[in-house]
């Protein structure tokens, strides 16, 4: 029973560019939530995916965006890339909105 | 929103001491989650409490949710090197979103 996995692991961007990050959810899961996790912060909440649309969102600009296939699994796409946008970002997986999430190793963004 | 604080930031122990993160909010909360993240991987589900003044152990793990549901705390008796992390407390809406704390690193020295 494949668990929450995400790609790529790692990524170096430039300034400006765009990127798209996947996530597969662990099996029997519908719901997909993706977190920006900073260095020595905890987890923020960029938004939530549930029946292929964006049920809920926290406080990112419009820069984020995401998308949920039919097959549960998402992506997470950033464009114009700044300085700041460097950490890791993490995909979670849950069956419904408010059980425990489960997440996936992440994918570490560095923006030079 | 709902936020929550952590305390303390940081915590350094030798092996065999005890441990104790305290996380706080000014609102009622419907929940807490706590999850545990090692060095270098992702946050790891522990246990959720969801009733005024809940207790629930996992071997050397108690957590506490307090009566007016809005602090909760992880203790863990006997520390080991096994349990060196930072440990997240975490509220969950109704609408789905979860909001973490900023954590408290505990650090184990054997």
């Known amino acids: 029973d494949a668990g929450v996995t995400q790609s790529p692991t790692h990524l170096i961007k430039t300034r400006g560019q765009q990127v798209t990050l996947r996530c597969s959810p662990k099996?029997?899961?519908?719901?997909v939530s993706w977190y920006q996790q900073a260095l020595g912060q905890g987890p923020q909440f960029i938004f939530q995916?549930?029946?292929?649309?964006?049920?809920q969102r926290g406080n990112f600009p419009d820069r984020f965006s995401g998308h949920q296939f039919p097959n549960y699994s998402s992506e997470l796409n950033v464009n114009a890339l700044l300085l700041g946008d460097s950490a890791l970002y993490l995909c979670?997986?849950?069956?419904?909105?408010?059980?425990?999430?489960?997440f996936g190793n992440g994918t570490r963004l560095t923006v030079t | 929103g709902q936020q929550v604080m952590q305390i303390p930031q940081y915590q350094h122990v030798q092996e065999g001491e005890d441990f104790t993160t305290y996380c706080n909010s000014s609102?009622?909360?419907?929940?807490i989650q706590w999850y545990k993240q090692r060095p270098g991987g992702h946050p790891v589900f522990l246990i959720q409490l969801v009733k005024s003044g809940e207790v629930k152990k996992q071997k050397r793990l108690t957590f506490q949710f307090g009566e007016a549901k809005k602090n909760s705390s992880l203790h863990i008796t006997a520390t080991q090197t096994t349990d060196v992390g930072t440990y997240f407390c975490?509220?969950?809406?109704?609408?789905?979103?979860?909001?973490f704390g900023d954590g408290t690193t505990l650090t184990v020295k054997p």
């Open positions: 099996s029997g899961h519908d719901t």
């Open positions: 995916y549930y029946e292929e649309e964006e049920r």
């Open positions: 609102t009622t909360l419907s929940n």
């Open positions: 979670a997986s849950s069956l419904k909105s408010n059980s425990p999430l489960h």
């Open positions: 975490a509220v969950n809406t109704n609408a789905g979103k979860s909001t």
